[in-house]
């Protein structure tokens, strides 16, 4: 059976239509019988008011003929009304009721059954005087006419309910299928869609707030998925890429070795091709295996306590003779402590510094500046060379990116420095950067600010 969230909500719609139906229900007919108990209890005190008169004025058996003939006078007038009194002595008996049940208590109504009739009663206690004994009077009044109105109300309030509660529900129904027009709109647009055309995008219009935001969210979905998939694509070209090369000069230099003899030294050298060739492309694995951790989510351990200077100073000086052949002196200044894998920042070090020996100016500076903030550090390094664009500044961290001026003097390099740096700066719960501006060109990173461990 097919699940119909129109028909569900109506359904729902309907429960709590009944539901308040049956609150009000309830609260009005109690509220209509306590109205008509009220109506009752005033009659009967008015009458028992009167008679509790007349007895209390009576003090001997002779006088009370005469009472009982009064209290007969008073009751022809309402025929609904009962009265009985009950005493030890029988010159003072009164009843006009056959059965007569008595209250448990004083002063206050009750509900009782005198035969097949309902009444609601009162008992009365008046004290004796000189020759009348103590005598209890109960005064009843039928229930019968309260009894029939309140059925017949209920009677019709729930034949009112019940034909209200199925035009609610017909009502529910349409207005929740109308109501749910948009987004049966909406979801025949996203079925669709199909893989091959990753441009597509919903377009229903006249859509409420609700659906709005909803179409929204779900372009954005899309857009970011077309931009991974954008991404990966690349990605891929680019790894088939930078692979292709060192695969090909490998069967390349080894089929040529192949063509004819060649001597022990000839040999040597295609074996000694093929074996940077293989180098290189475990290199480049490598790099791509420690990026797609760092894409599940792999957060940075083995944190030490550590100084960024001396890091920095260590690295410098196993980069020494890089920087000796490209003519730059180095210098850092400032310095701050905080928790990192110490051989992560390395390799993000070597990375930054290699970048910028390849690109500095010969005879120049590179600097490195450790600058500490309230949460974080930044620490960056600047060398001076041609200006990058804006552009290019945004995409510098990407994977295999490289200007068309870096292809031509990569030297062995395959686009995967910097975004190492970003991996490791992400590790840590930092961020990366690039800057140009004045000659200088300037990348670093930045790491959380951490107070000393104990």
Known sequence: MKYSISRHLAVRFSAAAILVFTFVGIG????????????????????ASVVRLLISQTSTALEWPLVKQKIDN???????????VATPDPRFSYQTISEHPIPTEIARYERVKAGKR????????LPGVEGRPDLVLVGYIDCHSVDRTTYSFVLALTIIFLIASVVISALGYTVTHLGLTPLKRLSDEAAALRPNRRDQRLRASNLPVELLLLKSSFNGALERIDNAQAKLEGFNADV????????????????VALTRERSQGALLGVIQSVLEEGERMRVIVNDMLFLARADQGEQATELTW?????????TIEFLDVSFEDAGVQTTVLGDAHTLANK??????????????????????????????????????IANQGLPISTAVLEKLFDRFYRD????????????????????????????????????????????PRVSQPR
């Open 74 to 84: 008073i009751t022809p007038s309402d025929p609904n009304i009962e009265f009985f």
């Open 306 to 314: 550590i100084s960024i200077a001396e890091e920095v100073a260590r």
């Open 343 to 380: 051989s992560l920042l390395r390799r993000a070090l070597v990375n930054l510094l290699d970048n910028a020996c390849q690109h500095a100016t010969r005879g120049t500076q590179i600097e490195v500046a450790i600058k500490p903030g309230a949460s974080s550090i930044e620490v960056s």
């Open 28 to 47: 009005l007919t109690i509220f209509l019988r306590a109205q008509l108990d009220s109506v009752l209890k005033d009659s009967l005190e008015a009458h």
């Open 240 to 255: 088939a890429h930078e692979l292709r090369t060192p695969i090909a000069n490998i069967i390349g230099q080894s089929q």
């Open 118 to 125: 309902s009444y609601l009663a009162r008992k009365y206690f």
């Open 404 to 447: 068309e001026t870096s292809r031509t003097t990569s030297h062995g390099h395959h686009g995967l420095g910097l975004s190492i740096v970003k991996a490791i700066a992400e590790m840590h719960q930092g961020t990366v950067f690039a800057r140009s501006a004045q000659g200088w060109n300037e990348f670093g990173f930045t790491l």
